[in-house]
T-cell receptor, first 108, second 115 residues
C-alpha cells in the first residue's frame, strides 16, 4: 500500500483555521485519499475522502493537489473538540492501513 | 443507527492467561475488521471478514490469536496465551461491503492490559 507522510504534531488556536498536510508521492490512479481522526479514548472516525477534486462536508474540506501527490485537510474553525490524532490514508476502501498521524493540539 | 458495539471496555489479565473480545457491527454491514492499536501508534489491521469468511488474516499472529464470525454478524477475537506485548486497544470496525470508500465505522475498542 502507498505510504503517506504527515507531521507528528501541530498546534492551532481555537477558532482559527487549521491546515493539516499529507504527502503521498506514490499514490496510484485508483487510490482515494481518506482522512480519519481519533479523539482520546475513542476509535477512529471518518472525516472526509476524495479522489481528484476538492471536497467539502460539514466537518472539513479536503484540498487535493493537481498531481495528487499531496493533500491538505482544512478545519475552518478549530474548536477544542477537534483536538485529536488525524490520519491520512490511501486506498480503494477495501483495507485501511494507518500511519502514526498528526496529533492536533487546540489552544484555547 | 446504532454504532459498532464492543465489549468489554477494559480488561486486565496476567500473562499466559486467555482473553476474548466481542464485536457487534452495524446491522447489515457485511465486512468486519479487527485492528490492534499499541499506545502511540496507529491502528494495525489484524483480520478482515466478509460475511462469515476470512478475507485477509496475514497480520494475525496465528500461534496465539484467533477470530471467528460464525453467523456473519458478530465476531470474537481471542488471545491464548497472552503476552505482555499484547497490551493494546483492540478495535472493531465494519463497512457495508469491501471497497466502501465512504468510510468504516469503528467501535470504541477494548483496552487490554497484560501484567
Amino acid at each position: 500500500d502507498a505510504k503517506t507522510t504527515q507531521p507528528n504534531s501541530m498546534e492551532s488556536n481555537e477558532e482559527e483555521p487549521v491546515h493539516l498536510p499529507c504527502n503521498h508521492s506514490t499514490i496510484s490512479g485508483t487510490d482515494y485519499i481518506h482522512w480519519y481522526r481519533q479523539l482520546p479514548s475513542q476509535g477512529p472516525e471518518y472525516v472526509i475522502h476524495g479522489l481528484t477534486s476538492n471536497v467539502n462536508n460539514r466537518m472539513a474540506s479536503l484540498a487535493i493537489a493537481e498531481d495528487r501527490k499531496s493533500s491538505t485537510l482544512i478545519l475552518h474553525r478549530a474548536t477544542l473538540r477537534d483536538a485529536a490524532v488525524y490520519y491520512c490514508i490511501l486506498g480503494t476502501g477495501n483495507q485501511f492501513y494507518f500511519g502514526t498521524g498528526t496529533s492536533l493540539t487546540v489552544i484555547p | 443507527e446504532a454504532g459498532v458495539a464492543q465489549s468489554p471496555r477494559y480488561k486486565i489479565i496476567e500473562k499466559r492467561q486467555s482473553v476474548a473480545f466481542w464485536c457487534n457491527p452495524i446491522s447489515g454491514h457485511a465486512t468486519l475488521y479487527w485492528y490492534q492499536q499499541i499506545l502511540g501508534q496507529g491502528p494495525k489491521l489484524l483480520i478482515q471478514f466478509q460475511n462469515n469468511g476470512v478475507v485477509d488474516d496475514s497480520q494475525l499472529p496465528k500461534d496465539r490469536f484467533s477470530a471467528e464470525r460464525l453467523k456473519g454478524v458478530d465476531s470474537t477475537l481471542k488471545i491464548q496465551p497472552a503476552k505482555l506485548e499484547d497490551s493494546a486497544v483492540y478495535l472493531c470496525a465494519s463497512s457495508p461491503r469491501p471497497g466502501w470508500v465512504v468510510g468504516y465505522t469503528f467501535g470504541s475498542g477494548t483496552r487490554l492490559t497484560v501484567v
